[in-house]
C-alpha cells in the first residue's frame, strides 16, 4: 500500500512538472500598453525611434501598385522580449493591398530594445504609422 502511495505521489509530481499543465514553466503572456521605459528602435544614424523608424520604413517600403495616393495607416503589434516584433494587425485602413504591404515593411524591421516596466524586459504593445506618400 505505501509502495502504492509512492509510486501515485512520484507520477503526480512527474506530471505536475512535465504535464500539458506546464504550470513551473509557463511564458508570462501578459502585454503591456504603458511601461517605465517604453521600446526603443535604433537604425543607422538617426536619433530618435520615430525618426528611425521614417527613415526605416521609407527605405524599405515596397509600393503595391501605381497609385497617387496619400494615407497614414496604422500597424499594432507586440515587442516581444527578444525585441522582435509579433501579432501584427491594422488598426486603421486605407485598402487591403496597402494594409498588407504595411504590415510587410514592419515586419521587416529589425529587433527593437523592448520596454520597461519595474526593471523588467517586458512584451509591450506599440502602433507604428505607416504613411504613403509619393514625394
Known sequence: M????????FLFLIMFLFGNTGYCFQKDTTVFLRVDSAP??????????????????SENIVWP????IYAKI????????DGSLS???????????FDKASID????MPKWTPG???SK???????????????
Do not use: H, M
Not at 505505501?2 to 505521489?9: A, D, G, M, N, W
Not at 526603443?40 to 520604413?57: L, N, P
Not at 501579432?87 to 493591398?97: A, C, D, L, P
Open 87 to 97: 501579432n501584427f494587425k491594422v488598426i486603421r485602413s486605407v485598402e487591403k493591398t
Open 65 to 68: 501598385n501605381d497609385a497617387d
Open 74 to 81: 496604422l500597424v499594432q503589434c507586440i515587442v516581444e522580449l
Open 40 to 57: 526603443q528602435f535604433k537604425y543607422k544614424d538617426s536619433k530618435s525611434t520615430k525618426e528611425c523608424v521614417d527613415v526605416f520604413i
Open 2 to 9: 505505501i509502495r502504492q502511495i509512492r509510486s501515485f505521489t
Open 121 to 135: 524586459k517586458v512584451r509591450t504593445q506599440i502602433i507604428i504609422p505607416v504613411v504613403w506618400k509619393l514625394i
Open 105 to 108: 515593411v514592419v515586419k521587416l
Open 116 to 118: 520597461i516596466k519595474d
